[in-house]
């Protein structure tokens, strides 16, 4: 398996633009994470979804910011408008949820890292 | 909510000595705890999970002790290597619909050769 897949790894955008992320989770998988990390903040989770469908996005920081699953092998997190404190690492993470156990581990994927100008 | 304190934030050993990093929850109902290693650039990986109901578990070098009744856990690296320099992340969620993990604020763990 190869993994969860993001695109694109880098992305520089100048403030006011639109900018997605792209994220594929791991086949089987059906809980999808989207975290963000800034040495400031850490690793804050935005918005998870379970068998596509958005279970909690109260880490979205603002309206500016959403995120879709249309299908389970693929995720969209999108910024609009991009501001210079968006600045940071994004994580697409997946995992296997059983019924309604425990945690179980979350496979991250590589990463974006965003540079709003 | 949930709330994951993570100490020490820093932590530098030497080569072949122990490296212990502590975590509390705040949450009771919390009860799986994973750890998880971020190399520098890289993503987070997990390394070791323990839930409630194991008050210690171990993979080699590491292990991972529970204590719900403090509502603490912590990492244990016993002769550590330079390859175990990163940033050490723990982690608290419960039983729901989904799995929202709280991470703690991480540790910079520095093997010294």
Redo the contacts between chains.
């Keep these: 398996d190869a993994g969860v897949i993001q695109s694109p790894r880098h992305e520089v955008t100048e403030m006011g633009q639109e900018v997605t992320l792209r994220c594929k989770p791991i086949s089987g998988h059906n809980s999808l994470f989207w975290y963000r990390q800034t040495m400031m903040r850490g690793l804050e989770l935005l918005i998870y979804f379970n068998n596509n469908v958005p279970i909690d996005d109260s880490g979205m920081p603002e309206d500016r910011f959403s995120a879709k699953m249309p299908n389970a092998s693929f995720s969209t997190l999108k910024i609009q408008p991009s501001e210079p404190r968006d600045s940071a690492v994004y994580f697409c993470a997946s995992s296997h949820l059983w019924g309604q156990g425990a945690g179980e581990t979350q496979y991250f994927g590589p990463g974006t890292r965003l540079l709003v100008l | 909510g949930e709330n994951v304190e993570q100490h020490p934030s820093t932590l530098s050993v030497q080569e072949g000595d122990s490296a212990v990093i502590k975590c509390t929850y705040s949450d009771s109902a919390s009860?799986?705890f994973?750890w998880?290693k971020q190399e520098l650039g890289?993503?987070?990986?997990?390394i070791i999970?323990i839930?409630s109901n194991v008050g210690e578990k171990k993979d080699q070098r590491i292990a991972v002790t529970l204590n719900k009744t403090a509502k603490h856990f912590s990492l244990h690296i016993t002769e550590t290597q330079p390859e175990d320099s990163a940033v050490y992340?723990c982690a608290a969620?419960?039983?729901?619909?989904?799995?929202?993990?709280?991470?703690?604020?991480?540790t910079r763990l520095s093997v010294l050769p």
């Design positions: 009860n799986y994973p998880y890289k993503r987070p990986q997990l999970d839930r992340f969620s419960k039983d729901n619909y989904g799995q929202n993990f709280v991470f703690g604020p991480g």
